[in-house]
């Protein structure tokens, strides 16, 4: 008798269990309009390497991606 209700306890866990997981998968995902906005890149005149446009150095002749290329290439 106790082997029958710890069995019964068993399924009974495991079907909450189940319960659980459907329910998380049917969560809707988030909406679109909350994902990040995509970054504008440039590329560096000296290298050719792209690199995010606000981390990017400005020189005379347009952007490189750090001030030892900027030097080297305006000189």
Do not use: D, F
Request: glycine share 4%; hydrophobic share 40%.
């Amino acid at each position: 008798m106790k082997y029958l209700l710890l069995l019964l306890v068993a399924l009974l866990i495991a079907w909450q269990w189940r319960t659980y997981r459907a329910r998380e998968a049917r969560k809707q995902p988030p909406p679109r309009g909350s994902a990040e906005q995509p970054i504008n890149m440039v590329a560096c005149l000296h290298c050719n390497m792209h690199v995010a446009a606000s981390e990017a150095v400005q020189g005379r002749l347009g952007s490189y991606c750090s001030t030892a290329h900027r030097q080297r290439h305006e000189a």
